[in-house]
Each structure stands twice: as C-alpha cells, then as structure tokens.
C-alpha cells in the first residue's frame, strides 16, 4: 500500500480528515525549505504538498506567483526540489510528499526519467496543473508505473464525463478546487462544495480533497465535514512572507496546529 492510501486508511479509521498544506520549494530561501516541512508535520500535516516553481503559475493567484518568484530567484530547480524531497527523507519515511506545478520542468526534465528519480527519493504522488486527463494518459501510465499517484484536478464547472476520467486516470486522491479562480481567492461557495462532492464521489473510488479559497480555521472544519482532506496553500504562504525568515518555521507549525484543531473538532486559537 503506498503512503498516500496508507494515511487515509488510517485516518478514516481513525474518523479523521486529512490536512494537506501546501509551500513552495524554495521559499523564502531554499535552506528554509526543509525546516518549513519538517514545522507542517509537527503542526499536524498529515500530507505534504511542495510546490515546484514554475515562471509562469497560471492556476495560481498572486501569493503564490509571489513564492514561486522567490524561488525561482534564488536559483530553485526541478533537479532542487527533488534534492529537497531526499533530505526530507533521511528523517521522515512516514508523511506523503506530492509534488503540484506544471508540465514544463517535468517535459524538460524527461517524464521517464522524472518518474524514476522521484521514486527514488520518496515522491509519494505528482499533481501537474496543466496536464488535462484527455492529454495525459502516458504520463499517468509512467507515473503509476513508478509506483506515484498521479493526482487530478476537478474545477466547479466539471462535467461528470471528467470526473469519470480522472477516477480512471488517477491515484492517491482526486483534488476539487472549491471555487471559480486562482489560489488564494475569496469567494468559496461552500454550499456549492457540498453538492458537488457527493457528485464526485459517485462516480470516483478514492478520497477527495478540497481545496483553494481556504483561509481560516472555520472554513477548514466545514469543508473537512464535508470531504476527506483540506488543502491549505496561500494563507499558509502569506504566513511565511509576513515576517521574520528565520522565524517562519515556527510561525508556521503554530498555523497549521491551528487548521489540524479546527479540522479535528475543536477550536484554533
């Protein structure tokens, strides 16, 4: 069983729901990067989702645009990032790591020779933003060949025909955006959410996660009633440029400890 199908297993016996946050590989510097996971697992992350940073973020909103600029400044790379994931490793054999950004760096890279590399430092699962299902087969075929979840996206406006192609086509867990536009946006319909997952779940055998628009403790614990895992990306950014470097690991376990309470049942500070 792979790690991502193990921590839902045990969370779902467990009546828990997964949280997911997300950082960019890179920022605020690239030594900071294995602090800043290492602080999601202290806070409660149950899976990692890092961030490869790409020069042109086109599902992404200004925050994250931002991170991925820093990074990518400081000299981040494809070949960095999955350095990064290794020394994750050496003390962390437990947490799924994904791997969310774009076709570009993985087309450079070659996709055979990603897959590989990434198995090969302890990638868990890989979630390409603007690999449609329609066009992609190949590359889910690599990676499950590889033994990574490629992982999809589903977007408000999907029909049931896509949601039906990413259940056959994916892995791990399907990803619904909750809402109509970039990361970071603040307009999430949460009774839209609501009738769409059932939807979602009808039609795809594997648990769903949800996630941009989510920005504060409350809205973490009713979209975790409502699907199996809660994503957290640009809050969890605005926290790391808000402030001191050097402090942003802890700042950051201290937010994400907040989400895993409210998540949980019980109030964020």
Do not use: W
């Not at 890179?26 to 697992?41: F, N, R």
């Not at 925050?63 to 350095?83: D, K």
């Amino acid at each position: 069983m792979s790690r991502i199908a193990s921590t839902f297993a045990q969370l779902k016996q467990a009546h828990k729901k997964a949280l997911i946050p997300f950082i960019t590989a890179g920022d605020p510097q690239p030594e900071l990067t294995l602090p800043l996971m290492q602080a999601l697992v202290c806070g409660g992350a149950d899976i990692i989702e890092l961030g490869v940073p790409f020069s042109d973020p086109m599902a992404d909103g200004p925050t994250v645009q931002r991170a991925s600029e820093r990074a990518l400044a400081q000299g981040m790379t494809l070949h960095r990032v999955l350095a990064l994931v290794a020394d994750f490793r050496r003390s962390d054999n437990t947490t799924p790591i994904v791997l969310m950004g774009y076709a570009n760096p993985i087309e450079s890279y070659g996709v055979e020779a990603f897959a590989q590399e990434a198995k090969r430092v302890g990638v868990d699962g890989v979630l390409v933003v603007d690999y449609p299902p329609e066009e992609c087969a190949d590359f889910a075929v690599a990676m499950k060949n590889a033994e990574l979840d490629p992982i999809f996206l589903l977007a408000p406006t999907s029909t049931t025909t896509r949601y039906a192609q990413v259940a056959a086509l994916g892995s791990g867990y399907l990803y619904y955006v909750s809402l109509k536009g970039v990361t970071g946006a603040g307009h999430l319909d949460l009774t839209e959410v609501a009738q769409k997952i059932p939807q979602i779940r009808a039609l795809a055998d594997m648990p769903v996660g949800v996630g941009f628009g989510i920005r504060d403790a409350e809205t973490a614990a009713k979209i975790a009633a409502l699907a199996d895992a809660v994503v957290i990306g640009s809050r969890i950014i605005e926290e790391i440029e808000g402030g001191d470097p050097q402090q942003a690991p802890a700042r950051v376990q201290a937010l994400v400890a907040g989400f895993r309470m409210a998540i949980d049942g019980g109030h964020a500070p």
